[in-house]
Nanobody, 124 residues
Framework: QGQLVESGGGLVQAGGSLRLSCAAS????????MGWFRQAPGREREFVAS????????RYGDSVKGRFTISRDNAKNTVDLQMNSLKPEDTAVYYC?????????????????WGQGTQVTVSS
């Protein structure tokens, strides 16, 4: 089993950008689908984006389509989330997750491994 460690969170003004990164340990990173979820206070954890092991297919939640981009580098064992045109409603703790399946899932129940999360705050 490996670990997932997120970084890159912080405070940004509305309309700005942030890039989150997730570093994975372990030798089987390239066999996992990876995803990003977020959870705002008092709300359920929400799907943001996912990517297949090869990086060939990505999926996005409706609220972030066209603004966020997920990517991965299997040589570095990292998966990134580029967030542009940020809105106050994007404020949440963002989690990186890994799924032991070959497609890009959207269901939280399919992700087996989770990071500790990184806070993103967007001010208006």
């Amino acid at each position: 089993q490996g670990q997932l460690v997120e970084s890159g969170g912080g405070l940004v003004q509305a309309g700005g950008s942030l890039r989150l990164s997730c570093a994975a340990s372990g030798r089987t990173f390239s066999s996992y689908s990876m995803g990003w979820f977020r959870q705002a206070p008092g709300r359920e954890r929400e799907f943001v984006a996912s990517i297949t092991p090869s990086g060939s297919t990505t999926r996005y939640g409706d609220s972030v389509k066209g603004r966020f981009t997920i990517s991965r580098d299997n040589a570095k064992n990292t998966v990134d989330l580029q967030m542009n045109s940020l809105k106050p409603e994007d404020t949440a703790v963002y989690y990186c997750a890994a799924a032991v399946i070959p497609y890009a899932p959207t269901s939280i129940s399919l992700f087996r491994y989770w990071g500790q999360g990184t806070q993103v705050t967007v001010s208006s």
